[in-house]
C-alpha cells in the first residue's frame, strides 16, 4: 500500500532494523510485528478470479466472452488476471531475478538504497520499511524497495539499483503498454460512458505517476501471528502485479470472508484501485486485500501502480449521475487523498472510507 509523492517526512522514530535481518532469528517473532491473535481460521478457498486473454479482448472487434468476463470482474472481485498480455517470459522472469538479485545483496549494499535521510527523515522512494509513524505501530512482515518510474524525468536515479535499471526500465514500457490496452476496455465496459473509450486515460493528465514497488516476505516462524501487509485497498488508479510463481500468500476479501489469490507463472494480475472505484461511482471495486507469510518460503512481488496527476480532482462521471443513482463519492483531490493514506493504513482504517457521501 504507497502512495505518489516523494517528500522527506519529518523526523520519525527510528525505523526497525529490516525484517530481512531479522528472519531465521529466533522461532518467535518480535511484539511490534504481533497483527493477529493466531486463533484465525486458515483460509483454503481460492477465489474465483476471473482470467481474461487480452489479445482477444483487444483485438479489433473485441471478443464479446473477453468482455463480459471483464465486466464481471470489474464489479464483483475488483481483480483478475491477464494471459496473453504480450510481455515476454524472458523479461517478466529477468525483472524477478533482478529483484531477487538485489534482496539477496548484503545489507550494507542494500542501505544505499535506503530510504532514510540521515537515518532521521523517511521518503517514500528507497529501500527499507514502509513509514513508522508511532514506537507503538504494527509493523508488517515486509521490507520494500520502492520507486518513482514514471513521469520519467522525476527518476530518482541514485536509488536505482544497478541490477534492477535496465531491465525495469524496459519492463514499465511494457506494462504501460497493457495498461492503457486495459483502459479502454475497462471504458467500453460501462455503457453510460457512451463511445468515450478514452474516458480513463483522459483522467490521468500530463503529470500522473507510476511508482514500482518490490516487496520482499521472509519465512516467518510464526506466519499466524503476523500480516505479511496488512488489509487495506490501494488508493491508486489500478495496480499490475507480476507475483511469485513458487509460493502464495495474496489475499482477497469478499462477502465477510478471505480467499486465496491463486497464482499463474507468467501472467500479470490486475488489482483496480480507490481512484476508479470513486470516478466509477462505486460501480467497479477497489477490493480490500492483504498478504499472509510462510513459515517455509520467502515471496517476492513486483508491483506497478498507476495515479491520476496528483494535482487532478476526481468524483464521481458526470455520466453515471441521476436521480436514480447519486453520486456516492465526494469530489477529492488526489494529493490530498494519497496524503491521509499512510494515517488510515497505520491505524487499520480504509481511506476512501473518507470519500464517501
Not at 126 to 141: F, I, K, P, T
Not at 147 to 158: A, G
Request: proline share 7%; charged share 30%.
Amino acid at each position: 500500500m504507497e502512495s505518489a509523492g516523494g517528500e522527506a517526512r519529518p523526523v520519525l522514530p527510528p525505523p526497525p532494523p529490516p525484517v530481512q535481518e531479522l528472519a531465521g532469528a529466533a522461532n518467535d517473532v518480535p511484539a511490534r510485528y504481533v497483527a493477529r491473535a493466531g486463533n484465525e481460521p486458515k483460509v483454503t478457498v481460492t477465489a474465483p478470479v476471473p482470467v481474461i486473454d487480452l489479445a482477444r479482448l483487444c483485438q479489433p472487434g473485441g471478443g464479446a466472452d473477453e468482455a463480459s468476463k471483464l465486466r464481471l470482474a470489474l464489479e464483483s472481485w475488483g481483480l483478475f488476471l491477464v494471459t496473453n498480455h504480450g510481455i515476454e517470459a524472458t523479461l517478466m522472469d529477468a525483472m524477478m531475478d533482478a529483484s531477487r538479485e538485489f534482496f539477496r545483496q548484503p545489507l550494507q549494499e542494500k542501505q544505499k538504497h535506503s530510504n532514510m535521510i540521515d537515518g532521521k527523515h523517511f521518503q517514500l522512494q528507497g529501500y527499507g520499511n514502509d513509514r513508522v509513524a508511532s514506537e507503538d505501530q504494527v509493523l508488517d512482515w515486509c521490507d520494500r524497495l520502492y520507486l518513482l518510474v514514471e513521469p520519467q524525468e522525476d527518476r530518482s536515479l541514485d536509488l536505482w539499483p544497478a541490477c534492477l535499471r535496465d531491465v525495469l526500465h524496459d519492463f514499465t514500457t511494457e506494462c504501460t503498454r497493457v495498461k492503457d490496452c486495459l483502459l479502454r476496455e475497462m471504458a467500453k465496459a460501462l455503457d453510460e460512458l457512451g463511445d468515450d473509450d478514452d474516458y480513463f486515460i483522459d483522467q490521468f493528465g500530463d503529470r500522473a505517476d507510476t511508482h514500482a514497488r518490490f516487496s520482499y516476505y521472509p519465512p516467518c516462524a510464526r506466519p499466524d501471528l503476523v500480516f505479511g501487509l496488512r488489509p487495506h485497498s490501494d488508493g491508486t488508479f489500478l495496480s499490475l502485479l507480476m507475483l511469485d510463481d513458487s509460493v502464495g500468500g495474496l489475499q482477497v476479501f469478499r462477502d465477510g470472508a478471505w480467499y486465496d489469490v491463486r497464482t499463474r507463472p507468467h501472467t500479470l494480475l490486475v488489482n483496480l484501485g480507490d481512484q476508479i472505484e470513486i470516478i466509477s461511482n462505486g460501480i467497479f471495486k477497489s477490493p480490500v486485500h492483504r498478504v499472509v507469510t510462510n513459515a517455509e518460503k520467502e515471496r517476492l512481488s513486483v508491483v506497478l501502480f498507476y495515479s491520476i496527476d496528483p494535482e487532478r480532482e476526481i468524483r464521481p462521471a458526470d455520466k453515471l449521475i441521476d436521480e436514480n443513482h447519486p453520486a456516492l463519492y465526494k469530489k477529492v483531490k488526489v494529493k490530498e487523498y494519497t496524503a491521509g493514506l499512510y494515517e488510515h493504513f497505520s491505524r487499520g482504517k480504509l481511506v476512501k472510507e473518507t470519500a464517501k457521501i
